[in-house]
């Protein structure tokens, strides 16, 4: 039986049987502005208050930015970290060094953590050769593709190899870890990166139109490993308690 996490997002978790697979890495995709971040923070917010170490990673906004936004919706960020119970950690784009990746990695084994959030893969993405420097590329790597690789093919396929490898590394950690990402306006694949989508045990997609009804925001489990997860587009709604997954009517 898979063990689950409750996210305590109102109406969320009876869309995936009563929670976020324990261990599992589940990508949450959407435009810039759909509810991400707000997500992910209740999402850690709800385990630090029930004595779950979370940590939150970001890549692109300033922790002052994450308070704020988090206590528009009624959560003391800066209380939970005082308990030590929640971390946050912003790394700029341009500290973004060789060591990054396993400098998270420790981090959150040093401190235990059971919730993690990273925001985003696609500021990771953007930046995988940074870390990923060609010497160490292995040459069975390059070699099984049988072909002359330009600078842009080789490009896509360092991004390729530090995606997997990045989430394969995260499923090791013991956490249960949500990890946001930029999804393309439209194509064939939810993600910019086009591979964690297939790498990620689950994907949960917000999408926003604007209608000029009462909701414009709207949310769809895409899959869920080991759960028989609700199908159905929901609407979501952002309010000042935090954000409220509606029933499908």
């Known amino acids: 039986?898979?063990?689950?996490?409750?996210?305590?997002?109102?109406?969320?978790?009876?869309?995936?049987?009563?929670?976020?697979?324990?261990?599992?890495?589940?990508?949450?995709?959407?435009?810039?502005?759909?509810?991400?971040?707000?997500?992910?923070?209740?999402?850690?917010?709800?385990?630090?208050?029930?004595?779950?170490?979370?940590?939150?990673?970001?890549?692109?906004?300033?922790?002052?930015?994450?308070?704020?936004?988090?206590?528009?919706?009624?959560?003391?960020?800066?209380?939970?970290?005082?308990?030590?119970m929640l971390t946050l950690m912003h790394i700029p784009i341009h500290d973004l060094t060789l060591n990054t990746i396993e400098q998270i990695k420790k981090e959150?084994?040093?401190?235990?953590?059971?919730?993690?959030?990273?925001?985003?893969?696609?500021?990771?993405?953007?930046?995988?050769?940074?870390?990923?420097?060609?010497?160490?590329?292995?040459?069975r790597d390059v070699m099984n593709y049988k072909a002359f690789f330009s600078p842009p093919i080789l490009g896509?396929?360092?991004?390729?190899?530090?995606?997997?490898?990045?989430?394969?590394?995260?499923?090791?950690?013991?956490?249960t870890t949500i990890v946001t990402g930029e999804a393309p306006e439209k194509g064939e694949f939810l993600t910019r990166d086009t591979v964690s989508e297939f790498i990620a045990d689950g994907i949960v997609s917000i999408t926003f139109e604007s209608m000029g009804g009462q909701y414009s925001r709207s949310l769809l489990v895409r899959k869920m490993r080991g759960t028989k997860a609700d199908e159905d587009i929901h609407p979501l709604e952002i309010t000042d308690k935090g954000l409220v997954i509606h029933t499908v009517k």
Do not use: W
Not at 109 to 136: F, H, M, W
Not at 156 to 175: A, H, N, P
């Open 1 to 84: 039986m898979v063990k689950r996490v409750q996210t305590g997002i109102k109406g969320f978790d009876k869309l995936v049987q009563g929670g976020l697979p324990e261990n599992s890495v589940t990508l949450l995709i959407g435009t810039p502005g759909t509810g991400k971040t707000l997500f992910s923070l209740q999402y850690l917010h709800n385990g630090a208050t029930n004595k779950e170490k979370s940590m939150y990673v970001t890549l692109e906004q300033s922790l002052e930015d994450i308070r704020s936004q988090a206590k528009d919706l009624g959560m003391d960020l800066a209380k939970a970290e005082k308990t030590g």
């Open 108 to 139: 959150a084994e040093k401190r235990k953590i059971k919730r993690l959030v990273i925001d985003s893969i696609s500021t990771l993405a953007v930046n995988a050769p940074v870390y990923t420097p060609l010497k160490d590329l292995a040459l």
């Open 156 to 175: 896509d396929f360092v991004v390729k190899r530090f995606i997997y490898g990045f989430l394969s590394d995260l499923k090791q950690l013991g956490c």
